[in-house]
């Protein structure tokens, strides 16, 4: 069993900063990619930022200079600090992370169960 637990959610004037974290928990081997994925009302949930467990990261464009994804290996962390924000980026905010469980099995996406991030203009 993996579990994947959001926190830092919430409401935000637009111009200000909000810190994502998303704990990985379970039986684990090893984690490779983490990210954060995003889900406003009435539209699909999309790419905000991934990171490769060698610190490779990728944003989707209009987050690129504002947010920040990073992770702590050692204790299965993935963190999004987001600054500038604007009422666009108002959506529930979903942890994801490919995980191994067992050595010479292949990986398994999990999901956390989103948090909801709020800007006011």
């Known amino acids: 069993q993996v579990q994947l637990v959001e926190s830092g959610g919430g409401l935000v004037q637009a111009g200000g900063s909000l810190r994502l974290s998303c704990a990985v928990s379970?039986?684990?081997?090893?984690?490779?990619?983490m990210g954060w994925y995003r889900q406003a009302p009435g539209k699909q949930r999309g790419l905000v930022a991934t990171?490769?467990?060698?610190?490779?990261?990728n944003y989707e464009d209009s987050v690129k200079g504002r947010f920040t994804i990073s992770r702590d290996n050692a204790e299965n962390t993935v963190f999004l600090q987001m600054n500038s924000l604007k009422p666009e980026d108002t959506a529930v905010y979903y942890c994801?992370?490919?995980?191994?469980?067992?050595?010479?099995?292949?990986?398994?996406?999990?999901w956390g169960q989103g948090t909801q991030v709020t800007v006011s203009s």
């Open positions: 379970g039986s684990i081997f090893s984690i490779n990619a």
């Open positions: 990171i490769t467990s060698g610190g490779v990261t």
């Open positions: 994801y992370a490919a995980v191994q469980r067992v050595r010479w099995y292949p990986q398994q996406d999990y």
